[in-house]
């Protein structure tokens, strides 16, 4: 009897891992899921609150309320808009929809490691293009691209680097790659970056007829636990996506309190305003200690540690767990002396850099 196996592709997917040590029953300072330490928005809360009592039934399978609300706050057309579980969903989904075996789907070297399961579950086969000092390189993606390249995925900012690429370099990726082929933009971190050149991806979207934007609800709306994104894009990659896609993927009361974050203009503007504090302040804290800091146009840091024979990232991150502080090591990305750190609250910022100070002092 044959044995079961799964197609080529799945055994290369490396599970995801969670910080938190099992079976420690403790209350952790976690900056290691880029969350908005600030919380939900309280508008959001009572909404999610208020269709509690309603769970039972299934959500609008057309999403309707939520679309047009993403519409109105973004000036989008409504129409051009699907809703996911996550801006992992989408990614799945439209993976799924456009590449399989023996095509190609191209992504950047340290780009988010999602990207490298959506497309290894679909069965076609990643190409990975090499960055420059933690720099998308767009030239070296376009050289990548040929006629088996059906999905170039960028992250934009990028995570786990916190680097973004200007609005020119982007059309410029686009321009370089073959006209079958779907840009993918995830713009999950687009609230964060507010550079005057960047670009969140609607105005490359609205002028090309093959590029896709991807936004979530979990970075500056504080709903990662409700899984909420969305994608903006033409007519056939949303028609695609809709087919395939589970009919109730986002839930009743995740779906009104999506609505009611949208109008939350308030605490969008406080969580911007805190990450402009404490973002700059934890990079140069951290930086005076020791630690090498890359720019982050995110919600958190990339760091390296120093290359001390008697240190590493496992003994780095095992004393900041004995503090009860949880930060993400990057090793998955081949980035194997390097910590991401999400900005917490005061305390916590505080907190991290004392226990930082006392390893490497």
Request: net charge neutral; charged share 20%.
């Amino acid at each position: 009897m044959e044995l079961l196996i799964p197609r080529p592709g799945i055994g290369q997917i490396k599970p995801y891992r969670s910080i938190q040590p099992a079976g420690e029953d403790r209350s952790w300072v976690d900056l290691s899921l880029t969350v908005n330490p600030l919380g939900p928005s309280p508008m959001a809360l009572n909404a999610y609150r208020q269709n509690a009592t309603q769970i039972h039934r299934y959500p609008d399978v057309r999403q309707e309320k939520l679309r047009r609300a993403i519409a109105r706050r973004h000036g989008l057309d409504w129409n051009h808009i699907a809703c996911t579980a996550g801006s992992d969903e989408m990614i799945h989904l439209v993976t799924q929809a456009f590449a399989g075996p023996g095509d190609e789907v191209l992504c950047h070297e340290y780009g988010y490691r999602g990207f490298l399961k959506a497309i290894r579950a679909s069965g076609a086969t990643p190409v990975v293009a090499a960055e420059r000092d933690m720099m998308v390189d767009v030239e070296a993606m376009i050289d990548r691209a040929n006629g088996k390249t059906k999905i170039c995925f960028l992250a934009n900012p990028n995570n786990p680097t916190g680097t973004y690429i200007p609005a020119e370099a982007v059309q410029r990726l686009r321009a370089g790659l073959p006209a079958h082929t779907l840009l993918v933009l995830d713009c999950a971190y687009a609230e964060f970056c507010r550079r005057t050149n960047y670009e969140d991806g609607t105005e490359i979207v609205e002028s090309s007829d093959n590029v896709l934007m991807v936004r979530t609800f979990s970075k500056i709306h504080g709903l990662a636990g409700l899984r909420i994104g969305w994608g903006y894009g033409p007519a056939k990659v949303i028609d695609a996506v809709n087919q395939i896609r589970s009919p109730f993927n986002v839930g009743f009361a995740a779906q009104a309190a999506a609505i009611a974050a949208l109008s939350d203009t308030e605490h969008e503007r406080a969580s911007l305003e805190h990450n402009d504090r404490w973002l700059p302040w934890l990079s140069k804290e951290l930086s005076l200690i020791g630690l090498r800091v890359y720019p982050s146009a995110c919600n958190f840091l990339l760091v390296r540690v120093p290359p001390d024979p008697s240190l590493g990232v496992q003994a780095v991150t095992e004393h900041l767990a004995r503090r009860g502080i949880l930060v993400k090591d990057v090793s998955d990305y081949g980035l194997t002396d390097c910590l991401r750190i999400t900005v917490g609250r005061e305390d916590e910022n505080r907190a991290l850099v004392d226990a930082f100070a006392e390893i490497l002092s």
